[in-house]
C-alpha cells in the first residue's frame, strides 16, 4: 500500500512541476515577491522530487541496492529537469536556463542524501 501512495505522489509531484513550468511570467513574479531565487525554487522542487521517487523506488524494491536505486532516482530527476527545460522555452515570459539545471540536479543530489538518512532511520526502527 505504502508503495502505491509513494508512486501517486511522484505522478502529483510531476504534474505539479509540470503545470507551474506551464505558468508564464506571473509564476516568476511570485517566486521574485517571495524572496527566493530562481535556482532555490529549482533546488528545493527537484529536491523533493528526487526524494520521493527515491522511497517509491525503496519500497518497490527494498531489495535492491541502495547506490542503484539512488543512482536512478537521481538520474531520472535530472532527466526530468532537462524535459522541464525545454518545456518551459515553448512558454511566454519562460526560457530554457543552463544555470535552472544545475538547480536541478544539485537539487536531485541533495534529496537523495534526505532520502537515505531517511531510510536509514526506517531501517534502524523497524
Same mark, same amino acid.
Request: net charge negative.
Given at each position: 500500500?505504502?508503495?502505491?501512495?509513494?508512486?501517486?505522489?511522484?505522478?502529483?509531484?510531476? &504534474?505539479?512541476?509540470?503545470?507551474?513550468?506551464?505558468?508564464?511570467?506571473? &509564476? !516568476?513574479?511570485?517566486?521574485?515577491?517571495a524572496?527566493? !531565487?530562481? #535556482?532555490?525554487? +529549482? #533546488?528545493?522542487? #527537484? @529536491? @523533493?522530487?528526487?526524494?520521493?521517487?527515491?522511497?517509491?523506488?525503496?519500497? %518497490?524494491?527494498?531489495?535492491?541496492?541502495?547506490?542503484?536505486?539512488?543512482?536512478?532516482?537521481?538520474? @531520472?530527476?535530472?532527466?526530468?529537469?532537462?524535459?522541464?527545460?525545454? +518545456?518551459?522555452?515553448?512558454?511566454?515570459?519562460?526560457?530554457?536556463?543552463?544555470?535552472?539545471? %544545475?538547480?536541478?540536479?544539485?537539487?536531485?543530489l @541533495?534529496?537523495?542524501?534526505?532520502?537515505?538518512?531517511? &531510510?536509514?532511520?526506517w531501517?534502524?526502527?523497524?
Amino acid at each position: 500500500m505504502v508503495k502505491w501512495l509513494l508512486w501517486a505522489a511522484v505522478a502529483a509531484y510531476v &504534474i505539479g512541476i509540470w503545470w507551474l513550468s506551464s505558468q508564464g511570467e506571473q &509564476i !516568476t513574479a511570485k517566486v521574485d515577491a517571495a524572496g527566493i !531565487t530562481d #535556482f532555490n525554487a +529549482h #533546488f528545493i522542487l #527537484f @529536491g @523533493g522530487l528526487s526524494f520521493l521517487l527515491r522511497l517509491a523506488l525503496y519500497f %518497490t524494491w527494498p531489495a535492491s541496492p541502495g547506490w542503484l536505486l539512488s543512482t536512478s532516482a537521481a538520474a @531520472g530527476t535530472f532527466a526530468y529537469g532537462a524535459i522541464d527545460e525545454w +518545456h518551459q522555452s515553448f512558454v511566454p515570459g519562460r526560457g530554457a536556463d543552463a544555470q535552472d539545471l %544545475t538547480g536541478d540536479l544539485i537539487g536531485a543530489l @541533495g534529496g537523495q542524501l534526505l532520502a537515505a538518512l531517511c &531510510i536509514w532511520g526506517w531501517r534502524r526502527l523497524f
